[in-house]
């Protein structure tokens, strides 16, 4: 008990003093909630059709998910660079456990994360949406928590955030080096919706949208025609924390089985 302790201890004192966390978490948020109000600013209300303004208020989760991936990048790879992590395994021969503490750590800032990131992204559509025409009297209410599915898509907006960086998370502790496991992460993320688009084959084009981990993942953030989703909102999210576990497993393979 002692020894997860001093894991957790250790883990949370070289987040706090890492000089690019605090940068690279301002990185998520301001310009996710900058890209959700200016996708939000370019909207107007059409008579025809219906809006899904949730899922256009947290547009800007695109963007912050690759600020998210870097930063769960650098958390492994920054100590293998210093060869800090020399220290870290010998202070904490039981190296398992020093992953799942980098783990915890990290999910718990990109949730306190995630939570500013889309409150911000909500807040912006409530401020900004009347203004563009949805409006209660066009069959659009105020943007709220209270509406079940919206509380749904933020919800599992900021578990998605923590997917990812527990997906990078893994990858950085299987590849080590940061430039090799950002290219790999954002090359998962982004394949499949490239690959979807090539393909002509309706079936297949939507079997590559429920594999992809980003195509799956961000089902979550629709509220509305859900029938036309090529995967239902929390499947999808339960196809990209498939990939984090399997993402997980591998690093947690390697990171016991090299040396330092």
Same mark, same amino acid.
């Given at each position: 008990?002692?020894?997860?302790?001093e894991?957790f201890h250790?883990e949370?004192?070289? #987040?706090?003093t890492?000089?690019?966390?605090?940068?690279l978490?301002l990185?998520? +948020?301001?310009?996710?909630?900058?890209?959700?109000?200016?996708m939000l600013?370019?909207?107007?209300?059409?008579?025809t059709?219906?809006? !899904?303004? +949730?899922k &256009?208020?947290?547009?800007?989760?695109y /963007?912050g998910?690759a600020?998210?991936a870097v930063?769960?990048v &650098?958390?492994?790879?920054?100590?293998?660079?210093?060869?800090?992590?020399?220290?870290t395994l010998t202070?904490m021969p039981?190296?398992l456990?020093?992953?799942?503490?980098?783990?915890?750590?990290l999910?718990g800032i990109?949730?306190?994360d995630?939570v500013?990131t889309?409150g911000?992204? &909500?807040? +912006?559509?409530?401020?900004i949406?009347p203004?563009?025409?949805?409006?209660?009297?066009? @069959?659009y209410p105020?943007v709220?928590?209270a509406?079940?599915a919206t509380?749904?898509a933020?919800g599992g907006s900021?578990l998605y955030l =923590?997917l990812?960086?527990l997906?990078?998370l893994?990858?950085?502790s299987?590849?080590? !080096?940061s430039?090799a496991a950002i290219g790999?992460v954002l090359?998962l &993320?982004?394949? #499949?919706p490239?690959?979807?688009?090539?393909?002509t084959d309706?079936?297949?084009h *939507?079997?590559?949208?429920?594999l992809?981990?980003?195509?799956?993942?961000? =089902?979550?953030?629709?509220?509305t025609g859900l029938?036309?989703?090529?995967?239902?909102?929390?499947?999808?999210?339960?196809?990209? @924390?498939a990939?984090a576990?399997?993402?997980?497993?591998l690093?947690?393979?390697? /990171?016991h *089985?090299r040396d330092?």
């Amino acid at each position: 008990m002692t020894q997860t302790i001093e894991a957790f201890h250790a883990e949370w004192t070289k #987040f706090r003093t890492l000089p690019s966390s605090l940068w690279l978490m301002l990185a998520a +948020t301001v310009p996710t909630v900058a890209l959700s109000a200016g996708m939000l600013l370019a909207a107007s209300y059409q008579p025809t059709g219906y809006e !899904d303004v +949730t899922k &256009l208020s947290l547009t800007g989760i695109y /963007l912050g998910q690759a600020v998210i991936a870097v930063f769960a990048v &650098l958390v492994v790879s920054n100590e293998y660079s210093t060869g800090m992590i020399r220290i870290t395994l010998t202070a904490m021969p039981r190296r398992l456990m020093v992953l799942a503490a980098k783990a915890t750590i990290l999910v718990g800032i990109v949730v306190v994360d995630g939570v500013i990131t889309v409150g911000g992204s &909500l807040v +912006t559509a409530r401020l900004i949406l009347p203004g563009r025409g949805f409006t209660a009297a066009h @069959g659009y209410p105020l943007v709220s928590l209270a509406h079940g599915a919206t509380l749904r898509a933020a919800g599992g907006s900021i578990l998605y955030l =923590a997917l990812i960086a527990l997906i990078s998370l893994g990858v950085a502790s299987a590849v080590r !080096d940061s430039a090799a496991a950002i290219g790999a992460v954002l090359g998962l &993320l982004y394949l #499949f919706p490239v690959l979807a688009q090539v393909v002509t084959d309706p079936a297949w084009h *939507r079997h590559l949208e429920q594999l992809g981990p980003m195509t799956a993942g961000v =089902a979550i953030l629709a509220t509305t025609g859900l029938r036309a989703l090529p995967i239902s909102p929390w499947a999808g999210l339960g196809v990209l @924390g498939a990939w984090a576990g399997a993402a997980l497993v591998l690093g947690a393979l390697l /990171l016991h *089985r090299r040396d330092a």
